[in-house]
């Protein structure tokens, strides 16, 4: 007998998927965001050119604290700040520094106050002494800085200090890096808080270049000379010794308070 054969059913060969034609999700995505920034930018190109046209957000006002010897007007016209700027135009940064370049400025902040007000709040130099240089006055402060020059019929400030070596040149709102003349302001600041201070009128103090300080007085006939160490004690020795002697003066040279503990007259 003839056995039949099990047919076997052969599958279709599967057909190859055709692509998609989609672009892939990143390009989506990255579109997607491109767009979303260029709605960003435009609003905010719109929105820039409404605020600055609009006036809604323009200064109003300018306030200025801590002002003595400058004026609110001179600190305003220095910050070049007008009732026409726009308060999301102005920058803190370069204001500040337009007023820090006033010589009588040694702090200055800015704030912007929402929607229309400007905070300046300086803090002054304060002249302590007049400088004297080939026959011209100058004012300066503790730290040494030239804060202006004064014509010489105008009252000045404090004693006239001079120094042995003549300085070569002085510029009105930088510091004058010299060491005795530190040591020259050192000393009125320390003198002026003796009870010395309070009967005499310091008329000059030179600053030498070796360890000597010489201050003169109107009311006496001679010389204080000063070390260019411990200040402080200094002043204190010479206004105990002013206390007890002022009123039989035992000298008319000079008082030297460079000897340790001992104040040498002559």
């Given at each position: 007998m003839l056995k039949r054969r099990n047919r076997v059913k052969r599958k279709p060969p599967k057909r190859p998927r055709a692509q998609s034609r989609r672009p892939p999700r990143s390009a989506i995505f990255l579109l997607q965001l491109m767009v979303c920034l260029a709605v960003v930018v435009?609003?905010?190109y719109w929105f820039g050119i409404y605020v600055q046209e609009s006036g809604l957000f323009n200064i109003k006002e300018i306030e200025v604290a801590g002002a003595g010897f400058l004026t609110a007007e001179q600190i305003i016209?220095?910050?070049?700040?007008?009732?026409?700027d726009c308060i999301f135009m102005l920058r803190s940064g370069p204001i500040r520094e337009r007023i820090l370049a006033m010589p009588h400025v040694k702090n200055c902040r800015v704030d912007r106050v929402f929607p229309d007000?400007?905070?300046?709040?300086?803090?002054?130099?304060?002249?302590?002494?007049?400088?004297l240089v080939n026959n011209r006055l100058y004012e300066i402060d503790r730290s040494c800085t030239v804060l202006r020059e004064l014509a010489p019929e105008e009252p000045h400030t404090g004693p006239f200090i001079t120094v042995a070596k003549p300085l070569d040149s002085v510029e009105v709102g930088r510091p004058i890096g010299r060491d005795q003349l530190a040591r020259a302001i050192d000393v009125w600041r320390a003198f002026s808080r003796t009870t010395m201070a309070g009967d005499v009128t310091v008329s000059e103090i030179?600053?030498?270049t070796g360890n000597k300080i010489s201050m003169t007085c109107d009311e006496l006939n001679c010389e204080i000379r000063w070390g260019r160490d411990d200040i402080e004690a200094q002043a204190w020795k010479l206004d105990v010794f002013w206390r007890s002697e002022k009123e039989n003066l035992p000298f008319s040279k000079y008082i030297d308070l460079r000897f340790g503990n001992d104040v040498v007259c002559s």
């Open positions: 435009a609003f905010m016209a220095q910050s070049r700040v007008t009732n026409g007000r400007l905070v300046i709040e300086i803090e002054e130099r304060v002249a302590m002494a007049t400088l030179c600053a030498d």
